[in-house]
């Protein structure tokens, strides 16, 4: 199982875009879109995911699932579960001028 932010993480590691990957994979770049913007676990035909996992384990990439230690060290990336995502910071709106704070400033 692959996820679409494994995917991502991993062109990101191989310093790819979408169309290298599917390039990489022998699939089209609109199935790649599709895939990266599936909400968890990707979801497509297996063939279609047995390239992709193929292609991203011939260029170095290891895929680590969830309570799997990696086998061969390396670089990769893993979420921690039940981590709060973080929040945006809040954009401060300026207070409205009055009319005399305008006409002190011309």
Same mark, same amino acid.
């Given at each position: #199982?692959?996820?679409?932010?494994? $995917?991502?993480? /991993?062109?990101?590691? @191989?310093?790819?875009?979408?169309? &290298?990957?599917?390039?990489?994979?022998?699939?089209?770049?609109?199935?790649?879109?599709?895939?990266?913007?599936?909400?968890?676990?990707?979801?497509?035909?297996?063939?279609?995911? #047995?390239?992709?996992?193929?292609? $991203?384990?011939? /260029?170095?990439?290891? @895929?680590?699932?969830?309570?799997? &230690?990696?086998?061969?060290?390396?670089?990769?990336?893993?979420?921690?579960?039940?981590?709060?995502?973080?929040?945006?910071?809040?954009?401060?709106?300026?207070?409205?001028?009055?009319?005399?704070?305008?006409?002190?400033?011309?």
């Amino acid at each position: #199982m692959i996820t679409a932010n494994q $995917l991502r993480a /991993a062109r990101a590691l @191989l310093s790819i875009d979408q169309r &290298q990957m599917a390039d990489l994979a022998g699939l089209s770049v609109p199935t790649i879109q599709r895939m990266e913007a599936s909400d968890g676990v990707i979801r497509a035909n297996v063939d279609s995911l #047995m390239k992709l996992v193929s292609a $991203l384990e011939g /260029a170095g990439i290891e @895929l680590i699932n969830p309570g799997v &230690q990696s086998s061969t060290g390396g670089r990769g990336v893993r979420l921690r579960e039940h981590v709060a995502k973080p929040k945006a910071k809040a954009v401060r709106q300026p207070k409205p001028s009055s009319p005399r704070a305008t006409e002190r400033a011309r």
